[in-house]
């Protein structure tokens, strides 16, 4: 029989809550603790869920666990993964792996020494439909890639009474809308194509130099349940929106913008990537379909079907054609492969690490770095 893994989960906002859900979902573990800053929210999301709340320390030192998710705003990512891994713990982070390139490299480092599976959620990749956009490039049917563009444009924070932790640079690093939802547009451009960033030039814009913040704190996307009569005046220095143009590997070009201002842009990311042979084109709110384009004959549009899939794509997809999957199952699809490689150690990841967390966090210092001096900059590799 499969061994049990037990694991526990820190945060109870956003994506304690997911993590919980697809944990649910997943094979072959147990969900040990919930753990997070308010142990009322915690004992609450425990009692529903049927789990125990326990304190982050706590979690953090309980010998019976052997795994941790740590869902909590990101300038505790590097703290509390470091603990987990000193503590024997594999990890599964959520994005951006730190807040500097520094904190990542200090992690991918000790994973690497303590010989601990660690995973970063760059959760989207696992799309079915993504995955089919990877097979479609492996195969050749893109011929080479000389194109990739494509933006991640929400408006959950348009107007200056919109106000979450990732505003503030001591809780969500430098970089807010570049690290938030940069870094999952730039992890799957590079997974998508095999290529790397080899040199930028980005143009960030904090289109909100201050916001009212409200007096207490926000969960993600709670925020438009607030009246906005308690707030403070705060300055922000984090921006709110990002072009980048680049280079990709020796002879390919892209483009990306990513907005957190983009009035009726829920969770758009897309992705188009342009090939000798053919084009594809991906639209996360509308996640079962892809679009291939071709020059000399009909362009067509696919609906996810496991059975039309391509071989190496087939697996990310579970339910029979016409039956959506969406993203609560691309976390399923990661946590499914990740505790299957702590279950069994000859199992190779084929799942997002830390080096690839790390390999986000060189791309964004990049970005704030060509940002700065209003220049072209190289992208070393990782
Ligand atoms: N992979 C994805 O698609 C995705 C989507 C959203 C968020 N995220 C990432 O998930 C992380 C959490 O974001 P969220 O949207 O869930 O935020 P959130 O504000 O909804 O929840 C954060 C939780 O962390 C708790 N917390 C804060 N400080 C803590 C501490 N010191 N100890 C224990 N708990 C603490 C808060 O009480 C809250 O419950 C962030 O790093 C974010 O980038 C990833």
């Known amino acids: 029989m499969t061994k049990r893994i037990r694991t526990a989960v820190i945060g109870t906002g956003f994506m304690g809550r997911v993590h919980l859900e697809a944990l649910r979902r997943t094979e072959n573990v147990d ?29 953090l030192h309980d010998a019976s666990i052997d795994a941790v998710h740590i869902c909590t705003p990101n300038a505790q990512h590097f703290p509390m993964a470091q603990e987990a ?24 480092a000790l994973a690497a020494q303590k010989g601990l599976r660690n995973c970063v959620c760059h959760n989207l990749r696992y799309y079915p439909m993504v995955q089919q956009m990877r097979a479609m490039r492996e195969a050749g049917d893109l011929g080479e890639i000389l194109v990739a563009q494509g933006t991640y444009s929400q408006d ?61 704190s926000v969960e993600t996307f709670a925020n438009k349940l607030l009246s906005a009569d308690d707030v403070i005046e705060t300055p922000i220095h984090t921006e709110d929106f990002g072009a980048v143009v680049f ?20 969770n758009g990311l897309r992705m188009e990537i342009y090939g000798t042979k053919a084009g594809v084109a991906w639209d996360q709110e509308r996640p079962d379909e892809l679009w291939i384009g071709h020059r000399n ?29 969406g993203y609560d ?11 299957g490689s702590i279950a069994d150690p000859g199992v190779t990841p084929e799942y997002p690490q830390f080096i690839d967390g790390l390999r986000q966090m060189v791309i964004l210092g990049r970005e704030l770095e060509s940002h700065r001096m209003r220049s072209w900059v190289d992208v070393p590799a990782v």
């Not at 503590?87 to 990542?104: F, I, N, Q, R, Y």
């Not at 809780?171 to 938030?180: E, I, K, N, V």
């Not at 590079?190 to 960033?197: A, I, Q, S």
């Not at 391509?310 to 016409?322: H, K, T, V």
């Open 31 to 59: 969900i040990a603790a919930i753990a997070g800053r308010n142990a009322a929210v915690a004992e609450k999301l425990g009692s529903a869920f049927g789990v125990p709340h326990l304190a982050p320390e706590a979690v």
């Open 85 to 108: 891994l000193l503590a024997g713990k594999h990890v599964l982070c959520e994005k951006p792996l730190a807040t500097s390139v520094e904190e990542a490299q200090g992690l991918a």
């Open 156 to 216: 959950w924070l348009l107007y200056d009474t919109d106000w979450n932790w990732r505003v503030d640079s001591k809780a969500g690093g430098p970089s807010r809308c570049m690290a938030d939802i940069g870094s999952h547009w730039f992890d799957m451009v590079e997974h998508l194509t095999g290529l790397r960033v080899s040199s930028l030039c980005a143009d960030l814009n904090t289109v909100h130099k201050t916001r009212k913040q409200p007096k207490g």
């Open 247 to 266: 280079r990709l590997g020796d002879r390919a070009r892209g483009s990306m913008t990513a907005s957190q201002v983009s009035a009726g842009r829920k």
């Open 297 to 325: 004959s009909a362009n067509c549009v696919i609906v996810k079907d496991p059975s039309l899939l391509e071989p190496a794509a087939r697996s990310f997809a579970d339910l029979p054609g016409g039956h959506s999957e």
């Open 329 to 339: 199952d691309t976390f399923k699809q990661v946590f499914r492969r990740f505790y």
